[in-house]
């Protein structure tokens, strides 16, 4: 029976499910031998069952790369509200990210554990993966004390006793796990990009302010509520500019249009070529904008683009970021 890639899941499941006879199903060892990688497909009811040797074959004679685009599903949840990880775990002055857990509905965020391309970019200088249970997977700093490496040994022994589909009671090196890169190099780089930012997000200063990424024309902040902040910099506009900073918006916001906030700075006139683009431009990546500035500077702004035509989005000035905020809330 054929099975759409869309309902495949890379699986981790213990080297002693093989047995000759049995459990014959098609598998990937991993550089851990207690494990292997094997393959779920869901059905239309959440039902899961494993990837027959079939459908294995039909789907390597029909796609060859329906297996990066099963780990691509990974990057994904099959409920609407749930992020790239589920619950992590700080630093007591909240300056270093200490784990991430995976914890997803569909009841395999241990194979979670496999997104490296993510994963070592959130955790450069190296990372521990354990999984308890099927459900859970968690990723944990190499840069941690070992007062928190004995805290999370602990919580991963009693999340153990606990599972219901028990795996394992201990961490490993994330080089247990290392997979070829074409199995796990995602597809969506936007998306991928907008995970590793939510992650990297986390480690704030002490005093809580948040960490802006930098831009040539403008910084952003990307608040956990959906709102886009834009600090406008006085940096002239020119296509390219703008070009590359749209790039950097999607990546920020995995893709996603949003309600930006903007904070508004002096900057040279563009030219005529330049305000057309950025005005086609606006629907790809946002809902509305909210202009904060003083002086009429956001209303200058408003006449140069959008002299004779309406605007393409809801737009407004305020002189009030807490009056712009509560206006975007509506297109949230």
Not at 169 to 177: C, G, T
Not at 214 to 241: F, H, M, N, Q, W
């Amino acid at each position: 029976m054929s099975v759409s890639v869309k309902n495949i899941f890379p699986l981790i499941v213990p080297a002693s499910y093989y047995a000759k006879g049995t459990w014959e199903l098609p598998h990937y060892r991993l550089p851990n031998e207690a494990f292997l990688l094997t393959w779920a497909v869901f059905g239309n009811d959440n039902s899961m069952t494993y990837l027959t040797q079939d459908q294995f074959i039909g789907l390597n004679s029909e796609n060859k790369n329906w297996q990066q685009e099963a780990f691509e599903n990974l990057r994904y949840s099959i409920a609407k509200n749930e992020m790239f990880f589920t619950h992590f775990k700080m630093s007591e002055d909240q300056s270093r990210l200490i784990f991430l857990s995976f914890i997803h509905s569909d009841g395999i965020g241990s194979s979670r554990i496999l997104l490296s391309s993510e994963l070592q970019r959130i955790f450069p200088n190296g990372y521990y993966v354990a999984f308890p249970d099927r459900s859970c997977g968690l990723v944990i700093s190499k840069d941690i004390s070992e007062e928190e490496l004995t805290e999370t040994k602990n919580l991963v022994q009693s999340m153990y006793q606990e599972a219901t589909i028990p795996i394992s009671n201990q961490l490993y090196s994330n080089d247990d796990f290392t997979l070829p890169e074409l199995l796990v190099k995602p597809i969506d780089i936007d998306r991928s990009q907008f995970s590793i930012n939510e992650a990297l997000k986390l480690a704030t200063k002490k005093n809580n302010t948040p960490e802006l990424i930098k831009g040539e024309i403008a910084d952003y902040y990307y608040s956990p509520e959906g709102i886009l902040y834009s600090y406008s910099k006085s940096t002239k506009r020119t296509v390219k500019t703008i070009s590359d900073n749209i790039s950097l918006v999607k990546q920020i916001t995995g893709g996603k249009k949003v309600p930006l906030l903007i904070y508004l700075a002096n900057s040279p006139v563009p030219d005529k070529e330049t305000r057309k683009f950025s005005a086609e431009q606006l629907p790809n990546v946002y809902t509305a904008m909210a202009m904060v500035s003083k002086g009429g500077l956001a209303q200058f702004i408003m006449n140069i683009l959008f002299k004779f035509k309406a605007p393409p989005i809801p737009m407004k000035s305020f002189a009030d970021d807490r009056e712009a905020k509560e206006w975007l809330k509506q297109f949230l």
